[in-house]
């Protein structure tokens, strides 16, 4: 069997021979993980089961002085977070679309990896990324505190402007779809510790509508859907559900009760994620971070489940404790 078999039935809620799983790690967490010894006793990538491709790098510009532009000329401030950084001035200062055009999102460079990546991971299950996909597209064109008041003051342009993203995303989903992947993978995040960013009213009048567009085109064409959205998000699964999805990510510990919502949603939605990189990956030990992998590992074992760290791995977590997971992973049972 596959890789990519073993993660289509977890995926299905079917009871695959093992727990499948993929994760990364951020430019500082690889910095200290790359020197450990136990490094060239892995396989490579550390055997993941999920290739990701699309939305290529090659859009970020250097401007100088640690930052960057991207193709929807947002400038990113990476002299902290070198791996997406924090979002510099507006290029939306103002509540309207006129005048500002967005990039083509046909532009070859979007899908450059996409030929390479399936000839190369055929046995791999195949995502096709989206990241910043809506309200983070949205907020980081306008600003967070700008597109939140909008949605009060301003709720035209609020409609008008995450409807213009969702059609961009539907052009490159519809492109996508052709290539021989399993999945689209939307990145969006809606919360906070504590709640939504905007609240399940707001979320559902301006931001659900347009999802339910850019999923149905994704299972119109047979696909899965696949979401990331950090933080305490879990009021939506129900709605989130009913509009398509399939695959819930990161699912944080510290803000939701993964083994109630895996019983919960048995059959309906499937996770990839879990291991806390809050707390137990950063302050746990070794020891803590086995017992909190084999926990998941168990709980994922009759399908619905792709292990992962609930985000990729910071810079703050020991060595021994990224090495712990990764061990305890390759090394569970598996059924003949």
């Known amino acids: 069997m596959t890789k990519r078999e073993v993660v289509q039935l977890s995926i299905d809620w079917k009871r695959p021979p093992y727990v499948p799983w993929s994760f990364g790690f951020t430019e500082g967490a690889w910095e200290k993980l790359k020197s450990h010894p136990a490094l060239g006793g892995f396989p490579p990538d550390f055997g993941n089961h999920v290739v990701s491709m699309g939305n290529s790098e090659d859009w970020f510009v250097e401007t100088g002085h ?7 000329g947002v ?3 990476r002299t902290v977070d070198k791996d997406i ?3 510099e001035g507006l290029v939306l200062p103002e509540p309207r679309l006129q005048g500002y055009k967005f990039p083509d999102p046909l532009d070859p460079r979007w899908f450059a990896d996409v030929p390479g990546k399936l000839k190369r991971h055929q046995d791999l299950y195949r995502v096709f990324s989206i990241g910043f996909s809506l309200y983070e597209r ?6 967070m505190e700008n597109l939140l008041m909008d949605f009060h ?3 035209e342009f609020a409609h008008e402007l995450l409807r213009a993203i969702a059609d961009w995303d539907l052009v490159q989903v519809r492109k996508a779809v052709q290539y021989d992947i399993d999945a689209v993978y939307f990145g969006d995040d809606w919360g906070q510790q504590q709640g939504l960013q905007m609240g399940p009213g707001l979320w559902r009048e301006f931001i659900k509508p347009e999802l339910a567009r850019m999923y149905g085109a994704v299972k ?3 696909k899965k859907v696949w979401i990331h959205s950090c933080g305490d998000v879990d009021e939506l699964f129900d709605d989130l559900v009913a509009i398509g999805l399939d695959c819930f990510n990161p699912f944080q510990p510290e803000v939701m009760d993964v083994p109630a919502l895996m019983k919960q949603y048995q059959g309906r939605l499937s996770f990839h994620g879990g291991l806390s990189t809050q707390r137990v990956l950063p302050y746990g030990t070794p020891d803590d971070v086995r017992q ?3 926990q998941l590992l168990e709980w994922g074992r009759d399908g619905g489940y792709v292990f992962s760290p609930a985000h990729a791995v910071p ?3 020991p060595a021994e404790n990224m090495v712990a997971f990764i061990e305890t992973v390759l090394s569970q049972p598996r059924a003949r």
């Open 138 to 143: 949205a907020w980081t064109l306008r600003g």
């Open 153 to 155: 003051e301003n709720p």
């Open 315 to 317: 810079k703050d977590a």
């Open 292 to 294: 909190a992998t084999r």
């Open 220 to 222: 119109a064409a047979g």
């Open 75 to 77: 400038v990113w401030d």
């Open 66 to 72: 640690d930052r960057v532009r991207d193709a929807f």
């Open 85 to 87: 950084g924090v979002v």
